[in-house]
Structures are given as C-alpha cells and as structure tokens.
C-alpha cells in the first residue's frame, strides 16, 4: 500500500532516519515502537507525506509520490495525532468541513458525519464547541473525523497518551473492532506494549532511525506479556544487529 525505499532524513546536523525499506500492507495495522528521539514521529509523517525525506522515494500503491501527485495521495490518507488538531467550530462543524474539503458532497458529508459521531459516541455532542470538549471526547471526535474521511490509510502518533486508563481502554476496544471491521491499513506509534494486541498485527522497532526489526508480535516480542513488560524490545533487537 505505502512503500519507503532508500529513505533518509536530515534535520540541520542530524541524520533522523535511514530506512532502507519499509512497507505497510493492505488491511494490516503496524505498531510502531522505540525509545524517545529514535525517529518514530518523523518516520509517521515522512510516510503520511507531510515530511520529504533528504533522499529515497515513497511510493503509494505501487506509484512513486513526486510534487504533482503529492496533493492526491494526501486526499486518501487521514491522520490522528497525540493532541487533537480541532478547529474551532462545533463538533458536527469539525467533521463538516473535513469531508467539504475533501469534495464529499453535502448529504453524504452529512450522513458520514452523523454515523461516525454516533459511531465514537459523542454524536450527542455534536452542537458543542470543540474547545470544551474534554480530552476523551476531543479525541473521540479527532478519530470520528479521521473515518469519515475513509481513507486508505490511517496514522496515529501516540493518540491514546494523554488520555486517563479508563477512556483509553475502552477506546482501544471500539478502535480495535473498527479496524477489524474495516480492514483499514493503518501505522500507529505508541510507546505503551499495552495498546499493541488491541490494534496491530504487525510491530516494527525504530532505533536510532533505523528499523532493527519487523514482524508479528510473537517474533518481535515472544511470549512476554505486554502488559507487564518492562524489558525494552529494541535492546534485545539490537542482537540481531
């Protein structure tokens, strides 16, 4: 779906990532995962096409993205970040727009709009302000938002963080269904094992800018339980490098 080949990207002095292939494939959601500064952020937003890279080429379903074409896959992805971008309309205004710009005709827009609120559970605050939201429910409109637009593939940075255990427990569950549900292709970061089994299939381990290791979770992790792993997998990885 979304390839990376011969990727590199250079910050001022710093070399952030060289990743010398890396593919995300139709219908499977990749966990992303590594230590603070290994690049994970900078690798979401150079495959979302909103970071070029220094030097390779990402392609998107088999077509290299240039400058021309770079607007049009940009149209068929979404992303969801640890802090939800809402503008400042209603809730209802926030999932309107989206699906404007992107040309969806108004009583589609509409019906998305209204299934999706319903969908993430705060269609009943579908007339409130965005910035009286709390933090679940910003974030439940930020990921209502991101479906309606159907795209072709989803990235998240980290969007269950900043939420309390409760509300991202339950949110991981709802998640986790919809993505079964919709096979959407979808790279998430996270820095908690705990999110991993809820969402992906499939873990790659970023260290230094580099990918050290990608599979299932049993190839990456073993039998180690997530929930109370404490070991760093990118230290164990490191053997194999």
């Known amino acids: 779906m979304i390839s990376a080949t011969g990727v590199r990207l250079r910050l001022g002095n710093r070399d952030i990532l060289d990743i010398p292939e890396f593919s ?5 959601v990749t966990a992303l995962v590594g230590p603070n500064g290994s690049g994970k952020s900078s690798l979401l937003l150079t495959l979302a096409l ?47 727009t989206a699906l404007r ?14 299934y999706w609120l319903e969908r993430f559970g705060v269609l009943q605050l579908a007339r409130q302000p965005a ?24 990235f998240m ?17 709802e998640m986790g269904m919809i993505l079964r549900e919709l096979h959407t292709t979808t790279l998430f970061v996270t820095h908690d094992y ?28 073993g039998n180690a339980s997530l929930e109370r792993l404490t070991w760093v997998p990118w230290q164990c990885a490191l053997e194999d490098v």
């Not at 710009?101 to 209204?114: K, N």
């Open 24 to 28: 995300l494939h139709p219908g499977h």
């Open 50 to 96: 909103l970071q070029p890279p220094s030097q390779g080429s990402i392609r998107f379903s088999g077509e290299a993205v240039n400058p021309s074409n770079q607007l049009g896959f940009r149209r068929r992805l979404a992303v969801v970040f640890q802090e939800p971008l809402l503008l400042d309309a209603t809730v209802r205004g926030n999932l309107m």
């Open 101 to 114: 710009i992107r040309g969806i005709p108004r009583r589609e827009a509409q019906r998305r709009t209204s």
């Open 131 to 154: 910035r009286t939201l709390s933090g679940g429910e910003a974030q439940r409109t930020s990921l209502a938002r991101a479906f309606a637009l159907e795209p072709e593939v989803l």
């Open 157 to 173: 940075d980290e969007p269950f963080a900043s939420l309390d255990y409760p509300t991202r427990t339950l949110l991981l569950k």
């Open 194 to 221: 705990s999110e991993i089994p809820f969402l992906a299939q499939q873990v790659a381990v970023l260290y230094e800018g580099r990918i050290i290791r990608c599979g299932s979770i049993a190839d990456v992790f």
